[in-house]
T-cell receptor
Framework: DSGVTQTPKHLITATGQRVTLRCSPR?????VYWYQQSLDQGLQFLIH???????AKGNILERFSAQQFPDLHSELNLSSLELGDSALYFC???????????????FGPGTRLTVL | AQSVTQPDIHITVSEGASLELRCNYS??????LFWYVQSPGQGLQLLLK??????LVQGIKGFEAEFKRSQSSFNLRKPSVHWSDAAEYFC???????????????FGKGTKLSVKP
């Protein structure tokens, strides 16, 4: 158990709909990362938040957005869903390793999204 | 551009045999390297990491990896594979995180390991 929790585990929805995925980081971790895992693209970085602020964006579609709340949990919002958005969405958290600034990321169990 | 290559999509080994999974990276600065394992329907579990120092790093479950800068490689090894090691293995490279720089991981496509009895 990594200490990172994600809800829900599974989500089935229809095209055009909007969903929210939730992530709670490990206790004390300030950074939250979101990744998408699909068969064709593999594991791809979407977005990174640190202590409530957006820090970096990866291959995140404009239809997707995220935020990190004062209690440090994060939500990933996916809207106008398409069939191709079906994937496993992972959240990871980390704490900066002092002066070296190197993160070790610990992953949650993921949310499997199926768009029909 | 930063990238990670895992040349083997699928490997099958017999239980008790040794294992080596290959990983090559392309990165402009000192790389920070990771191996993760994903069992079916599960999340990613960290096996080991290399930040600096000794180029041979030990991880959990009896795995080790060797960083070879001259070959841009970070291969994962295990001397004797168990049936429970059947899973998908991902190599990743991460950036040092200073101020606003990126700390995200760049993953290889993964190597699926099957274990024969």
């Amino acid at each position: 158990d990594s200490g990172v929790t994600q809800t829900p585990k599974h989500l089935i929805t229809a095209t055009g709909q909007r969903v929210t995925l939730r992530c709670s980081p490990r206790s004390g971790d300030l950074s939250v990362y979101w990744y998408q895992q699909s068969l064709d693209q593999g594991l791809q970085f979407l977005i990174h938040y640190y202590n409530g602020e957006e820090r970096a964006k990866g291959n995140i579609l404009e239809r997707f957005s995220a935020q990190q709340f004062p209690d440090l949990h994060s939500e990933l919002n996916l809207s106008s869903l398409e069939l191709g958005d079906s994937a496993l969405y992972f959240c990871a958290s980390s704490g900066t390793n002092g002066a070296s600034g190197i993160d070790t990321q610990y992953f949650g169990p993921g949310t499997r999204l199926t768009v029909l | 551009a930063q990238s990670v290559t895992q040349p083997d999509i699928h490997i099958t080994v017999s239980e008790g045999a040794s294992l080596e999974l290959r990983c090559n990276y392309s990165y402009g600065a000192t790389p920070y390297l990771f191996w993760y394992v994903q069992s079916p329907g599960q999340g990613l579990q960290l096996l080991l990491k290399y930040f600096s120092g000794d180029t041979l790093v030990q991880g959990i479950k009896g795995f080790e990896a060797e960083f070879k800068r001259s070959q841009s490689s970070f291969n994962l090894r295990k001397p004797s594979v168990h049936w429970s090691d059947a899973a998908e293995y991902f190599c990743a490279v991460g950036a040092a995180y200073y101020g606003g720089s990126q700390g995200n991981l760049i993953f290889g496509k993964g190597t699926k390991l099957s274990v024969k009895p």
